[in-house]
């Protein structure tokens, strides 16, 4: 990655250097402290909402963690500001790094909760509260997408999904949110350079402007599909729906299929991009079929997400009898292709993150909290550890918030509390308790990445995985069950003790 301004230190926001020198102007700079990033919520997309995140982003700010430190060129344009005292912007040019940072985080691509920590920094204040933007930055975006294509991926029922935001996207971003997007549930994406760089092969079929070329020729439809065909006879997808679908662009396509047939070729599919997508999908399965191509892929796109999907295939459940076409059948060959509304996240476009300081070090370690009227704003005060409950089904059951030195144990009876409404409570039985599984695992320790860099395969695993051991009401498309992240009575008493203590 090129260290430029855009890229490099000065990729974080003006507050994060005026707070950095009035502590360095304080002697404060030095001074252990941890932070907690957590999100409040989950994404409500007005009409449905997700009741759970996939966690992404924590490679790439690792990535841009990496040996990184406060160039001549930065300290230039801060000095030109006029605002930074020259010792300051000494100290920012020789020790200026995230290099004495140590971050504790729940692996990328795995299930994440509302209000648990997702990743936990520790070690010198005024650089650890320089990390904040970009660390926000990195985390919040692609945890959104990543949580969208999953619940796309949901909606989908196990069948491809492509990513194809590239021209929506928000400029450059667009490479992290089909990153995300592939994190969280899609197979491929069409982005030439995100899939080169996480090591997939870029999918993709061709645009209406080719087909619109080859009428003006005077070579038709027919002509547009042939050409493809022949110089892609190995992956010829067919957009048919330029002129018109059921009429023109599906027995076009099976005309090109049949002289692939005869030269020794498979053909791979059509693709709709218009109209109502259901009652072409189910017309189009049937004339194929009927042309002796039960096996050729139907692509879906324009303006999907989950809700659409979801729409689609109940439509198709209805519509597939009237035309003697089996549903199953019809649903087993869709691909889908999604993208302006994943890769902005329609409906919800932004993740609320949050970066709250939770404990400084004076000698030992001190709990810091932030009052709110809002109690949901109140952050988790102290040093912690995350903790997964499973029951007696091998289901997550609940995110448990513990101290330090806590150690959650499976067999053994816990009181656990809402960690931001006084009295409600529950007590998880001995025999109620399953696996126990501590979340929070060390990625960052003074300037060496210890994540161990997983590639895009494995963390699809582990979100596939706690996926399999989340109860079916939390993944609900709409209206979700909400899923309880809890404290320990210890994490409890000290909250409301440090909020009394605050308040007087």
């Known amino acids: ?85 020259e010792g300051f912007l000494g100290w920012l040019e020789h020790g200026g790094t995230f290099g004495e940072l140590q971050l504790q985080a729940v692996p990328e691509g795995r299930v994440v909760h509302a209000n648990a920590p997702s990743v936990v920094v520790t070690g010198p204040l005024a650089m650890a509260q320089i990390l904040e933007s970009s660390l926000l930055n990195h985390l919040n975006y692609q945890t959104l997408i990543a949580t969208k294509a999953s619940r796309v991926d949901e909606a989908a029922r196990g069948n491809t999904v492509l990513e194809f935001g590239l021209r929506r996207g928000p400029a450059i971003g667009a490479n992290a949110g089909a990153r995300a997007a592939l994190i969280g549930g899609a197979d491929f994406t069409s982005n030439v350079a995100l899939s080169t760089a996480v090591g997939l092969d870029p999918q993709g079929t061709h645009a209406h402007s080719m087909v619109q070329l080859f009428i003006a020729m005077g070579e038709g439809e027919i002509g547009a599909f042939r050409a493809y065909a022949n110089l892609y006879p190995d992956e010829c997808v067919l957009l048919v729906d330029t002129v018109d679908t059921l009429h023109s662009g599906v027995p076009n396509a099976i005309d090109v299929f049949k002289d692939l047939e005869s030269a020794g070729h498979v053909p791979r599919g059509i693709r709709l991009d218009s109209g109502d997508l259901a009652y072409l999908a189910v017309r189009s399965a049937a004339m194929l079929d009927a042309a002796g191509f039960p096996d050729v892929n139907i692509v879906l796109s324009s303006d999907l997400d989950e809700l659409a999907i979801w729409q689609i295939l109940t439509q198709i459940e209805v519509e597939s009898p009237r035309y003697g076409i089996d549903a199953a059948t019809v649903a087993n060959r869709l691909v889908y292709g999604v993208g302006t509304r994943l890769i902005t996240s329609h409906g919800d476009s932004a993740l609320g993150g949050v970066y709250k300081l939770v404990a400084v070090k004076d000698g030992s370690w001190s709990p810091a909290i932030k009052v709110s009227d809002t109690p949901e704003k109140t952050p988790i005060p102290g040093r912690k550890r995350l903790w997964r409950l ?109 909020l009394e203590s605050v308040r007087r």
């Open 1 to 85: 990655m090129t260290r430029g301004p855009s890229t490099g230190m000065l990729f974080t926001d003006q507050y994060q250097l005026t707070m950095a020198q009035l502590y360095w102007k304080h002697e404060l700079h030095e001074r252990p402290v941890q932070f907690d990033y957590f999100f409040r919520r989950y994404p409500d997309y007005g009409e449905h909402r997700a009741g759970y995140a996939v966690f992404a982003g924590l490679g790439w700010l690792l990535d841009w963690m990496d040996e990184l430190e406060f160039t001549a060129a930065d300290i230039e344009v801060l000095r030109g500001q006029g605002r930074f005292d």
């Open 390 to 498: 499973h029951d007696e089904r091998g289901l997550a059951t609940a995110d448990v918030v513990s101290g330090e030195d806590e150690d959650l144990q499976p067999g053994a009876a816990i009181v656990l509390h809402h960690p931001h409404r006084e009295g409600l409570q529950r007590t998880f039985a001995a025999d109620e308790m399953g696996a126990v599984e501590e979340l929070l695992v060390p990625v960052f320790d003074r300037g060496v990445r210890s994540d161990g860099d997983p590639d895009i395969e494995t963390m699809r695993l582990w979100r596939r995985a706690d996926l399999d051991r989340l109860d079916a009401g939390v993944r609900r498309l709409v209206d979700p069950v909400e899923y309880h992240v809890s404290v320990t009575s210890a994490v409890h008493d000290v909250t409301r003790n440090l």
